[in-house]
């Protein structure tokens, strides 16, 4: 089969009207509403590395899309559509429709489109997703805008998906199967917080980032994380592992001055948990009920036999 | 090495200041310019399967973007940015500083910003790209508006990648490792050019994407498919496989009113061979020097062992 057989047989339903050129050209067209930015970027998942190899296939493709959406849930941004880079081994159609089918229900579940894609043959299943959205100018929440005495927020409970990889069929696997982005509460955030990402890597390492790019520190709380109850009987260590380090949580994790946190809960009713401060020391301490905690954790490195 | 290590060692000294948001945070944000359609499209190279395990990493970086390109010259595109989706099997520091280089090169040529990218390990080497370009609202030229009576045009020499493939270090070998999309031809066709393509696949099958999405049929007269020495000099069995199906030459195949073909060579210099015409009947038919001929041929198929 051809590759415009696979993506016309497959994909092809999942473009719209309202796209002015979807599949089927060498390239998609789209009109951006007028005065937004495009936001945009890129996640691969590579099976056997970003999944185990006995995943569903419609889970891998609900995941490939989550992942994006929830980096642009990560900026406040509103997903618009997706082009997807699909390499696989060979065409097993049983496959290729449900894989299609996650695509579609996680695509559907948040309004966006499949406007563009390749497909070709390669020893490696691997699926590179691009997604676009959009945000008004200069709203976009950046990681570098932490300041002292802000509130450490995340949107839900952590270390589920790591929890889930390490006991296969246990009831977290949903959690680590089909990832929900959080685009309402990026949105939501916008003119509230001062800094977000998302968790993909681990909670220690993204909170990192938010503090190496705002040259802040941070005094985190580590019985503050919400934990699920397959996390909270775990060995105080096995699980602050979990969750500081598991990663492919997909929360949200930003920073908020106390008076935003206090507005924004009178507005709104997400599920949102305080977890710490951002100091003005650049480092980032872990208490465990007010006693220094020193966990033994790396966040997920995309190369494990690194060098450095 | 953590994913974001490596790019913003080799790979963030591409983004500019003119990008709002680039190379470091969740996504990329960038401003459309006023009343622009955005033109989108994603193409994947695999090694050993869309260049020789040996290519350079110069030209492996170089042809990643120039394919991409060439999908938006395709539509009369201007090229804007790229987000890269790298999967490698390990660090070599050395091969990143020459793939980036190559990136970096082409990117340059054609005014072209890396604004992100996301880096993993994966057992097979594998580079997919997104590129993003600007076109002025319903002017972009699609597969499926040539007419009958239209001239067939190709926009430069065929088969030379798919030559040089066959015949390591032959003088062809530049066309296979640097191709040069025809993004200039491309703008400068729009208003003139009735449908286009990039010949990516096989004239042939590339061709036939016209003709299918136009409804309409070619005559091709194959002694006027522009063709380098080292192809005149084959067979002519040997020489059509390499013209009709070899693939990889990213040059423009469009259609073009005869009047319009007029007045864009008084206009414009460019390299231009016209190779037949458009057909009512939808079929294909070849003929070599009046005869007709029936070339055995296939187009490059993304799947090697199809079942159909």
């Known amino acids: 089969m051809a590759e415009f057989s696979i993506i016309s047989r497959y994909f092809q339903s999942l473009t719209p009207q309202n796209i002015n050129v979807g599949i089927g050209d060498d390239c998609a067209i789209i009109t951006p509403p007028a005065q937004m930015q495009l936001v945009s970027c890129v996640d691969t998942l590579i099976a056997g590395r970003h999944f185990p190899l006995n995943t569903p296939p419609h889970a891998i493709g609900w995941k490939s899309v989550a992942v994006n959406l929830s980096d642009l849930a990560a900026m406040g941004a509103t997903p618009h559509s997706i082009l997807l880079a699909l390499s696989l081994p060979d065409i097993d159609e049983a496959w290729l429709a449900e894989f299609s089918r996650g695509i579609a229900d996680c695509c559907q579940k948040y309004g966006v489109q499949l406007i563009g894609g390749d497909t070709t043959q390669s020893p490696t299943l691997s699926i590179s997703i691009t997604a676009l959205g959009w945000i008004k100018?200069?709203?976009?929440?950046?990681?570098?805008?932490?300041?002292?005495?802000?509130?450490?927020?995340?949107?839900g409970k952590i270390g589920s998906a790591a929890y889930a990889l390490r006991h296969p069929h246990s009831p977290l696997q949903h959690t680590l199967d089909y990832p929900e982005p959080q685009v309402a509460?990026?949105?939501?955030?916008?003119?509230?917080?001062?800094?977000?990402l998302d968790i993909s890597d681990g909670l220690a390492q993204d909170l990192g980032h938010i503090l190496d790019d705002s040259a802040v520190g941070a005094l985190l709380n580590l019985e503050q994380i919400p934990v699920a109850d397959e996390l909270a009987q775990l060995d105080l260590n096995t699980r602050m592992q979990l969750v500081l380090a598991g990663g492919d949580d997909y929360h949200l994790c930003f920073?908020?001055?106390?008076?935003?946190?206090?507005?924004?809960?009178?507005?709104?009713?997400?599920?949102?948990?305080s977890i710490g401060t951002i100091q003005q020391q650049q480092t980032c301490l872990y208490q465990y009920q007010q006693q220094v905690f020193h966990p033994q954790i790396l966040g997920y490195q995309h190369f494990a036999k690194a060098s450095d």
């Open 137 to 155: 100018p200069d709203q976009a929440i950046l990681r570098s805008g932490a300041q002292v005495g802000d509130i450490i927020v995340v949107s």
């Open 185 to 196: 509460l990026g949105q939501a955030l916008l003119g509230y917080a001062s800094a977000m």
């Open 255 to 273: 920073t908020i001055s106390p008076d935003n946190l206090k507005k924004f809960k009178q507005q709104h009713a997400f599920e949102l948990y």
